[in-house]
């Protein structure tokens, strides 16, 4: 087993390399010390011998004075540097008596955001376990400044979190594992069990119940509650813990009561299973944490095969697409804003771009339809949805959703008010094709929502996006709803035919449909463009609220899924409710021309 130390400076590595020694050295491994450097320009990968004697390098002095606490037999003498990664197991020795060595090896990271290569790169190192270094909360919002955070969060192996030194030599630790019954506490007892020699003597469980989760106000009555709580907690854990000794507090502060059970049993370690950041924050963060005689760490689970696989293909992705440059993002970003305001533009750009899309489908034009089709703005506030959906940017979504609302509302009364004004409108092809969606239709959408954001990306590529506006087609749909409509409310007030007045409804709601499936489809094209050049969601959040900050966007994006299906399945059902009837009504034609041809003819 690997086990891998990421640090910052000389104090985070003297801190974990006892740890990393410990570790490495009870699962018969080697120990893989990794120093992050913020700096300029590409990422680069160093190998730093570890020197037989002091040298002036802080981060190879501090591993050296670490080393001198442990026996002389427990590390393996240096070696020369290579670029082999290294390795989990230990090499081969010709007596299977001889204690386990430890290797370690050093490397040094420089890129801008190690952190994040770093957790990029583990799929390759084979890392098992991870130790990170607990750094005083930074009151800035910076990435740079909670990059701990980063990995606690993302990287892909079993990750552990500590503060202070362990006792100087080799010998067994005496640990305490806490839960609170909704934690990964089986994590913790393996990893206590390790550092204990094997030793279920040494290891102690505290199991912490709050008063308020129960009911009664008898201490004893909610002490017994707690008791069988943790009693089906152990049940379903994998560890020994027949010779552990257990207590149960009923405590809500869950600082205060390992204080309390540590000053009455002396402790080296309490490590506590979670992944829940907020509470790994309060508990290494205390007021009195500095004063603490023994160490304290968090250590959460390798994430789930689901989750490594969906990093792996993203990072497969990331690594193929062209990413999107700082520069590229300020340059979109500023454009998406300004163009997705409703402002005087934009309503002037939306009243002309309907006007001439209604009167080219009254003349059944289909150039001047395209014409309309380029003066249309409505793919703009789009494609900032979508960007804003994946960075988890609420102002612009904002601003994209009231002009994509305001400007439908506005194109629809202008088609609406102009089939009034127009006398003898006879419905013909240029309309009817825009009231008979199917799932054609949905992957067009999607595909121009896919050209339109990586045009938008590439100003080389910018020239492109008027032939994306003319394959998405934005504006005909809701003036020809419009003008369906306004034509279905003549047929009421004129008393026409039933036939003819439910045909015009019908085109107004498939003409409807097909403009709610673009705009599902285009957003959600964009969306997985932005996400594939590298736009994740931005934290602007206190650290507490980023897990709240970067899960909104997915909800949303799951949502526009769930959304395109349901309207794939709509036109689906509706196209073959559509050829039901008129198999019924026209036994003897032809399927190719079962869906136009009754419908032309009722309503001339």
């Given at each position: 087993m690997l086990i891998a130390i990421f640090a910052a400076d000389?104090?985070?590595?003297?801190?974990?390399?006892?740890?990393?020694?410990?570790?490495?050295?009870?699962?018969?491994?080697?120990?893989?010390?990794?120093?992050?450097?913020?700096?300029?320009?590409?990422?680069?990968?160093k190998?730093?011998?570890?020197?037989?004697?002091?040298?002036?390098?802080?981060?190879?002095?501090?591993?050296?004075?670490?080393?001198?606490?442990?026996?002389?037999?427990?590390?393996?003498?240096?070696?020369?540097?290579?670029s082999t990664q290294p390795t989990a197991e230990q090499p081969e020795s010709s007596a299977d008596d001889m204690p386990h060595q430890v290797h370690i090896q050093i490397r040094e990271l420089n890129a801008p955001f190690p952190e994040r290569v770093f957790t990029d790169s583990m799929q390759n190192l084979d890392i098992g376990l991870l130790l990170v270094p607990a750094h005083e909360p930074s009151k800035s919002n910076r990435i740079e400044d909670n990059w701990e955070q980063h990995l606690m969060r993302h990287a892909s192996c079993e990750t552990m979190i500590l503060r202070g030194r362990p006792p100087t030599g080799n010998q067994p630790l005496s640990i305490l594992v806490v839960t609170t019954g909704d934690d990964e506490t089986d994590i913790a007892l393996i990893r206590s069990l390790q550092l204990a020699g094997r030793t279920p003597a040494l290891v102690s469980i505290l199991f912490v119940s709050r008063q308020?989760?129960?009911?009664?106000?008898?201490?004893?009555?909610?002490?017994?509650?707690?008791?069988?709580?943790?009693?089906?907690?152990?049940?379903?854990?994998?560890?020994?813990?027949?010779?552990?000794?257990?207590?149960?507090?009923?405590?809500?502060?869950?600082?205060?009561?390992?204080?309390?059970?540590?000053?009455?049993?002396?402790?080296?370690?309490?490590?506590?299973?979670?992944?829940?950041?907020?509470?790994?924050?309060?508990?290494?963060?205390?007021?009195?944490?500095?004063?603490?005689?023994?160490?304290?760490?968090?250590?959460?689970?390798?994430?789930?095969?689901v989750h490594r696989l969906w990093k792996n293909f993203r990072h497969w992705i990331r690594q193929r697409v062209?990413?999107?440059?700082?520069?590229?993002?300020?340059?979109?970003?500023?454009w998406l804003q300004s163009s997705s305001q409703f402002d005087f533009d934009f309503i002037a750009l939306i009243s002309l771009s309907t006007l001439i899309a209604t009167l080219g489908l009254i003349r059944n034009s289909a150039s001047v339809v395209i014409g309309a089709m380029l003066v249309a703005p409505l793919m703009t506030p789009l494609i900032g949805a979508g960007f804003a959906l994946v960075q988890g940017n609420e102002k612009l979504i904002r601003n994209a959703a009231h002009s994509i609302g305001f400007g439908f509302a506005l194109a629809y009364g202008l088609a609406i008010v102009t089939s009034w004004c127009v006398p003898e409108i006879i419905i013909q092809s240029e309309m009817l094709s825009r009231g008979a969606p199917d799932m054609l239709d949905l992957i067009v959408a999607f595909l121009s929502g896919i050209a339109a954001a990586y045009a938008m990306g590439r100003p080389n590529l910018i020239s492109a996006l008027p032939g994306v506006v003319i394959a998405a087609a934005l504006v005909p749909p809701v003036a020809t709803s419009g003008i369906a409509l306004g034509l279905w409310v003549e047929g009421l007030i004129w008393f026409?035919?039933?036939?003819?007045?439910?045909?015009?409804?019908?085109?107004?709601?498939?003409?409807?449909?097909?403009?709610?499936?673009?705009?599902?489809?285009?957003?959600?094209?964009?969306?997985?463009?932005?996400w594939a050049v590298g736009i994740d969601s931005r934290v602007e959040a206190k650290p507490e609220d980023t897990r709240q900050r970067r899960i909104w966007p997915r909800y949303w994006f799951i949502g526009f899924v769930v959304l395109s299906l349901l309207l794939a399945g709509l036109m689906t059902w509706r196209n073959g409710i559509h050829r039901a009837h008129e198999?019924?009504?026209?036994?003897?034609?032809?399927?190719?021309?079962?869906?136009?041809s009754p419908r032309v003819e009722s309503i001339d």
């Amino acid at each position: 087993m690997l086990i891998a130390i990421f640090a910052a400076d000389e104090n985070d590595t003297a801190t974990l390399i006892p740890w990393g020694i410990r570790f490495a050295h009870a699962n018969h491994g080697n120990l893989l010390v990794v120093c992050g450097k913020r700096s300029k320009g590409k990422q680069k990968w160093k190998d730093i011998r570890l020197p037989a004697e002091p040298d002036e390098n802080p981060i190879t002095r501090a591993i050296q004075d670490a080393i001198k606490t442990f026996p002389d037999d427990l590390i393996a003498p240096p070696e020369p540097a290579s670029s082999t990664q290294p390795t989990a197991e230990q090499p081969e020795s010709s007596a299977d008596d001889m204690p386990h060595q430890v290797h370690i090896q050093i490397r040094e990271l420089n890129a801008p955001f190690p952190e994040r290569v770093f957790t990029d790169s583990m799929q390759n190192l084979d890392i098992g376990l991870l130790l990170v270094p607990a750094h005083e909360p930074s009151k800035s919002n910076r990435i740079e400044d909670n990059w701990e955070q980063h990995l606690m969060r993302h990287a892909s192996c079993e990750t552990m979190i500590l503060r202070g030194r362990p006792p100087t030599g080799n010998q067994p630790l005496s640990i305490l594992v806490v839960t609170t019954g909704d934690d990964e506490t089986d994590i913790a007892l393996i990893r206590s069990l390790q550092l204990a020699g094997r030793t279920p003597a040494l290891v102690s469980i505290l199991f912490v119940s709050r008063q308020s989760e129960h009911i009664s106000d008898d201490i004893n009555i909610e002490t017994k509650v707690a008791e069988r709580q943790f009693q089906r907690l152990l049940q379903n854990m994998k560890a020994e813990t027949q010779n552990m000794q257990k207590t149960v507090v009923i405590d809500d502060n869950l600082s205060s009561a390992i204080e309390k059970h540590c000053r009455a049993n002396p402790v080296d370690l309490v490590i506590i299973g979670t992944r829940n950041l907020k509470k790994i924050e309060k508990l290494l963060h205390a007021t009195d944490a500095g004063k603490s005689s023994y160490a304290l760490g968090a250590v959460r689970e390798a994430d789930p095969l689901v989750h490594r696989l969906w990093k792996n293909f993203r990072h497969w992705i990331r690594q193929r697409v062209p990413q999107l440059q700082r520069d590229g993002r300020i340059r979109l970003v500023e454009w998406l804003q300004s163009s997705s305001q409703f402002d005087f533009d934009f309503i002037a750009l939306i009243s002309l771009s309907t006007l001439i899309a209604t009167l080219g489908l009254i003349r059944n034009s289909a150039s001047v339809v395209i014409g309309a089709m380029l003066v249309a703005p409505l793919m703009t506030p789009l494609i900032g949805a979508g960007f804003a959906l994946v960075q988890g940017n609420e102002k612009l979504i904002r601003n994209a959703a009231h002009s994509i609302g305001f400007g439908f509302a506005l194109a629809y009364g202008l088609a609406i008010v102009t089939s009034w004004c127009v006398p003898e409108i006879i419905i013909q092809s240029e309309m009817l094709s825009r009231g008979a969606p199917d799932m054609l239709d949905l992957i067009v959408a999607f595909l121009s929502g896919i050209a339109a954001a990586y045009a938008m990306g590439r100003p080389n590529l910018i020239s492109a996006l008027p032939g994306v506006v003319i394959a998405a087609a934005l504006v005909p749909p809701v003036a020809t709803s419009g003008i369906a409509l306004g034509l279905w409310v003549e047929g009421l007030i004129w008393f026409e035919s039933a036939s003819t007045v439910a045909d015009r409804l019908d085109l107004a709601i498939g003409s409807m449909l097909l403009f709610l499936t673009n705009i599902v489809a285009i957003t959600l094209g964009t969306a997985v463009v932005f996400w594939a050049v590298g736009i994740d969601s931005r934290v602007e959040a206190k650290p507490e609220d980023t897990r709240q900050r970067r899960i909104w966007p997915r909800y949303w994006f799951i949502g526009f899924v769930v959304l395109s299906l349901l309207l794939a399945g709509l036109m689906t059902w509706r196209n073959g409710i559509h050829r039901a009837h008129e198999r019924q009504n026209h036994p003897d034609q032809p399927a190719e021309f079962e869906a136009e041809s009754p419908r032309v003819e009722s309503i001339d």
